[in-house]
């Protein structure tokens, strides 16, 4: 017989047909939805105390909400074999959403998931009524600019160690030991843990998952996070979580005077907070009038020479076919028109990765026309002005293009940060002075942008 108190997993369907399971449990007058580690199974969740003990008290606050990503757990493998980036799991939040037919959500995100709960909050302000970090981190990786993250040195240890010992009990238990000391010596979470990267994913898919997050960086999306957010950290915590708080407009920051660095360890001290911090906030505190936005502006090389060349009437076909394939390009990649001038277009997309798709397909589609384009593409946040964009990421985007060759993609370092774990590779052009813009702005290449 099912255990009741065990939620139903059920499926919902994304734009681009993957299932992905998902759980609810509690009747709350508010949605919370659980993020957690970069791998889970929601059915193996419940068989461990500690695990189960992390989301009941998340569904006395409101309705618990839990999900397996794309390509762990439950839910669908990609038939590309490709992992999912960011944007695509931010699809999976949203189809589960819409199945629970949620209007807005409070993300509770624990370690791996603050950069999904970060973007998230950012690019879809209108879904989110407040965000919750709990020993997350903006970046992973180690930089002169981030002394917290892992050298390359450490994690080319800790990418093995996934790859040859994955799933062992023994690699749990260093797990464990390294996480919540206090807890190394529980047997029984021992042996969830270890069970629970077997049931979540393969040691080949678990590499490339801590490739990805490896990769990520979303500090240049802190400051676009306009909903109350609330960030919780434990001492060894407390110094990146107090400079990724203070990038945040009014998120408020409270230190947990333990020393073990995962939530687990010391769970109540967490939810008393959450609790306390959930009550206080309003519906509508959250401001829809700035967004997170990747803008991409193109135009056509050469157009003032090729239309003196081809004729006024040869000119104006080639730009017409030109605007049809761009904005069929538009259409299937989801990105927004927001503007034509000439033989340019300026588009806006919820996802940096679909936008550098689209710019891919526009520049190989035009070469059937006789001609090129160049393009540019940056992400941050813009204002909502009567439906459009604007503001200094779109000043940006266009100076990024402006800087772009014949059938060549430029994209910002903010770009790059928020596309890993995509089939999408660069070529780091160096540092540029933008006209306008403060500050010099690093630029790199979309490799093979001709396809």
Known sequence: MADASVPETRYAKTPDGIHIAYQSLGDGPVDVLRLGAYFSNLD???????????????????????????????????????????????????????????????PVCFADSGPLGILFAATYPERVRALVLCNASPRTAWAPDYPWGITPEEFSRDLEATETRWGTRAYAAQIVMEAAPNLADDEALIDWWAMSMRLSAGPRDAANLLRMYYEMDVRDVLPAIHVPTLVL??????????????????????????????????????????????????????????????????????????????????????????????RGMLARWRGREMDTAGDGFFAAFDGPARAIRCARAIVAGVRALGIEVRAGLHTGECDIVDGKVAGITVAIGARIAARAGPSEILVSQTVKGLVAGSDLSFEDRGEHDLKGVPDRWRLYRVVDSVT
Request: proline share 4%.
């Open 44 to 106: 193996h969740d419940w068989a461990g105390a500690h695990s189960a003990s992390m989301n009941r008290p998340l569904a006395e606050v409101g309705r618990l909400i839990m999900l397996d990503g794309r390509g762990t757990g439950l839910s669908d493998r990609p038939q590309t074999g490709q992992l999912p980036t960011l944007e695509e799991r931010i699809d999976d939040i949203r189809a589960i959403l819409d199945a629970l037919d949620s209007r807005r959500v409070v």
């Open 233 to 326: 950290a434990s001492d060894p915590m407390a110094e990146v979580a107090t400079v990724m708080a203070a990038k945040i407009p009014g998120a408020e920051l409270i230190r947990i005077h333990v020393a073990e660095p995962t939530v687990m360890a010391h769970a109540e001290l967490y939810f008393d907070q959450i609790r306390a911090f959930v009550s206080r906030i309003r519906d509508d505190e959250a401001d829809l009038d700035r967004v997170l936005e990747t803008v991409l502006f193109t135009d056509i090389v050469g157009s003032t020479e090729r239309a003196a060349s081809m004729g006024d009437l040869a000119w104006a076909r080639t730009v017409e076919g030109h605007h049809h394939m761009v």
